[in-house]
């Protein structure tokens, strides 16, 4: 799925005509805490709150060329691929059908409804629920719409693009990892712009999926997804995904629930941005390899802001949401 330089501009002029480029900042307490010069890709400044907003622009784009008819989507998701989404497609004039697990976030579910979504709730966790959108599909007539897909990589790629055109040269940027998209993009953006800069992905422990394949060369599921980052609660990884950050990736690490958390509280203390577990991911693996990194110019991505308020409370108050 490699993309020209001319494939992603044409993307970013899409995007930026539904929304704003994100900013990016380099912030001196992170610096402090990291030992690098630390840049931040402020994705929860977007329209959603998250970077997915990007892939449902250019993926619902792509649908309306090539299916003119298809009167909507259906879908699943943790929360922000479905809000973005919902977010297209109703501006589009299309339906939106979105699964979630049961338990799902009430301020994600809230989000959906509010940008149009009719969510349905099914299954104990994302990969259920997606199972049975795909299988909805086809009885409701709507285009099922995969949590990886070449458009979705396309649209998200931009905000690689923005950050290695915006930011001075980097020498490794941290992404965080769920079903792929995200590093997929930015590897795309790399490789298009023909830069060195290492992109190392980052997992949950409890959710670690994409690491175990990337050190396997081959998809492994795992029994369950447990983590308060439910950006990254992914037991099946993407084969195609695979295919991309398998050679494409420096490395994956696995990060815990106290690293995440504690991330989430320094970006807030050093920056005063609300991250959710995912968005804080990608800081919590620049932390462990602190050593690594004294004295680089290093990007995080700030995946998404879409915490819910009751777990932002106790991250603040120095606990670890249950899950």
């Not at 480029?21 to 890709?41: F, H, M």
């Not at 060329?65 to 919902?86: E, F, M, S, V, Y």
């Not at 969510?119 to 259920?128: A, C, I, Q, S, W």
């Not at 941290?174 to 060195?196: F, K, M, N, T």
Request: proline letters at 6%; charged letters at 20%; a neutral charge.
């Amino acid at each position: 799925m490699p993309f020209s330089l001319e494939d992603l501009e044409a993307a970013q002029r899409l995007v930026h005509a539904q929304m704003d480029p994100t900013p990016q900042y380099a912030w001196p307490l992170l610096a402090q805490a990291t030992g690098a010069e630390t840049w931040v890709k402020h994705e929860n400044h977007g329209p959603i709150g998250a970077f997915k907003a990007r892939g449902a622009i250019t993926f619902v784009d792509w649908l309306r060329r090539t299916r003119p008819d298809c009167p909507g989507i259906i879908t699943a998701t943790r929360g922000n691929h479905g809000q973005a989404q919902a977010r297209a497609a109703t501006r589009a004039g299309l339906r939106a059908v979105v699964y979630v697990p049961k338990g799902n976030s009430v301020e994600k579910n809230a989000a959906m409804r509010a940008f149009g979504a009719e969510l349905r709730e099914h299954g104990e966790d994302f990969d259920t629920a997606k199972d049975e959108a795909m299988r909805a599909a086809a009885a409701e007539g709507l285009f099922p719409v995969p949590p990886f897909h070449p458009e979705l990589v396309r649209g998200v790629a931009t905000y690689g693009l923005e950050f290695f055109r915006a930011a001075p040269p980097l020498d490794t940027v941290y992404v965080p990892i769920g079903c792929g998209s995200g590093i997929c993009g930015v590897i795309a953006a790399r490789d298009a712009l023909g830069l060195a800069t290492e992109v190392v992905g980052v997992v949950a422990a409890g959710a670690p999926g994409a690491k175990l394949s990337f050190e396997a060369g081959r998809v492994v599921e795992t029994n369950s997804a447990r983590t308060f980052a439910d950006g990254m609660a992914v037991r099946v990884p993407v084969q195609a995904a695979l295919d991309i950050y398998g050679p494409g990736a420096a490395r994956i690490l696995a990060v815990t629930e106290p690293e995440i958390a504690a991330s989430v509280r320094l970006l807030f203390s050093a920056t005063h941005n609300v991250a959710e577990g995912a968005g804080a991911a990608a800081l919590a693996a620049l932390l462990q390899e602190r050593e690594a990194m004294r004295g680089r110019r290093v990007g995080v991505i700030l995946s998404g802001g879409n915490i819910d308020t009751d777990w932002f409370r106790t991250l603040l108050s120095d606990g670890i949401p249950r899950v």
